[in-house]
């Protein structure tokens, strides 16, 4: 008992160190993107200070070994008074695999079950920041290697295009790819790349198409952000950034999807540790926060075709499944199963779910809801 409680104290601290390093870490990266000289700074001094002073402490405490005793002293009677005693069960019990699980029954009559789990690794150890499936079973995949790829399932390489820039968000608009990249947003057609859209003095943090062919854009500056729809043509339909009482609802949106059922638009804000869901007139209808008394890092979002919502969890290296009124249903994948870093996440027709890692690994998991 003394080792186990020594053990869980280890693990909470240790927990409470990496997610402070992450933060530091994001923190970073987004002042690298927006050119904050002065924030990267800061942030870099923090991050080095707080390296310097990690240590890993021996988790267990000398206790004394117990003392055992012969079985003429022990009252088997007096303890089974005491304690009770056991008995065997006859019943049949329920057996479940890593690969296959079937979720209790819940409020609304989902039943999720998982099926069929599968990886590939990208070539040179690849980074496969952002996926975009397509209805051949094929994707595109923005690489670490500052390219977009076009793979299989199994892996093989169709197409690839170099870019002179990181890849984090991709979205596919007709035979178009629109990239990201700072302060616009890049058109690829033929061979040619154009300006979809100028941002600034915003920068593009994520981007989607919705069912009608248009854009949804993700924007943020220095704890502001919103979102944008925009045509095909890159004009602007609609911004939704204040709620009903004139606040701001984004600080930092990373990642959009809208619901294929309703058009909610759901936002993941990296600086809110939050994911945030309006409808489609940008009515604010309730906002994610994890479970209770959890952490959580919500970097990306996606929906299935049943409308529920997908969560890249980076603080403990997990998707989130949840309904589209906002109800925990189960993850779909942990750290347990092997899972690190989610970046990119997608549902293909097959409702097939796809999950890019910083490690260079796309899983592909297989789940039917009923």
Request: charged share 20%.
């Amino acid at each position: 008992d003394s080792d186990i409680k020594s053990l869980d104290s280890s693990v909470l601290a240790t927990k409470e160190e990496l997610k402070q390093i992450s933060s530091l870490l994001f923190e970073c990266d987004s002042a690298m993107r927006e050119e904050n000289d002065k924030l990267f700074v800061k942030s870099a001094q923090e991050l080095i200070f707080k390296l310097s002073s990690v240590k890993i402490q021996n988790p267990f405490k000398p206790i004394r070994p117990p003392t055992f005793v012969t079985s003429d002293s022990i009252n088997r009677n007096a303890i089974e008074k005491l304690y009770g005693y056991l008995q065997q069960d006859s019943s049949s019990a329920l057996i479940e695999t890593k690969k296959t699980l079937e979720n209790r029954d819940l409020h609304n009559h989902v039943k999720v079950i998982i099926g069929h789990v599968t990886t590939l690794s990208l070539t040179n150890n690849d980074a496969a920041y952002c996926i975009r499936t397509l209805p051949n079973g094929h994707a595109w995949v923005g690489t670490g290697a500052q390219s977009v790829r076009l793979v299989n399932s199994k892996g093989d390489v169709f197409n690839e295009v170099f870019l002179d820039f990181y890849p984090y968000n991709l979205a596919i608009l007709g035979n178009a790819l629109l990239l990201s990249n700072g302060q616009t947003i890049k058109s690829i057609q033929d061979g040619e790349m154009t300006e979809f859209y100028n941002a600034a003095p915003f920068y593009c943090q994520g981007i989607s198409r919705t069912r009608k062919n248009e854009i949804l854009a993700c924007l943020a500056k220095r704890n502001e952000g919103k979102i944008l729809r925009l045509d095909a043509s890159g004009k602007i339909l609609q911004k939704i950034q204040f709620d009903a009482n004139g606040h701001h609802l984004y600080r930092s949106p990373t990642k959009v999807s809208e619901s294929p059922l309703n058009g909610d638009i759901c936002v993941a804000d990296s600086a809110e540790n939050s994911v945030i869901v309006v409808d489609k007139e940008g009515n604010l209808r309730f906002t994610y926060r994890g479970l209770k008394g959890d952490t959580f890092s919500p970097f990306y979002v996606t929906h299935d075709s049943f409308g529920n919502i997908l969560i890249g969890d980076n603080s403990h290296f997990r998707i989130h499944l949840v309904d589209q009124d906002g109800v925990f249903l189960q993850y779909i994948l942990t750290v347990e199963d092997g899972l690190y870093s989610p970046w990119g996440l997608d549902v293909d027709e097959n409702q097939s779910l796809w999950v890019g890692t910083l490690s260079s690994k796309i899983w592909m998991v297989e789940y039917i809801g009923q």
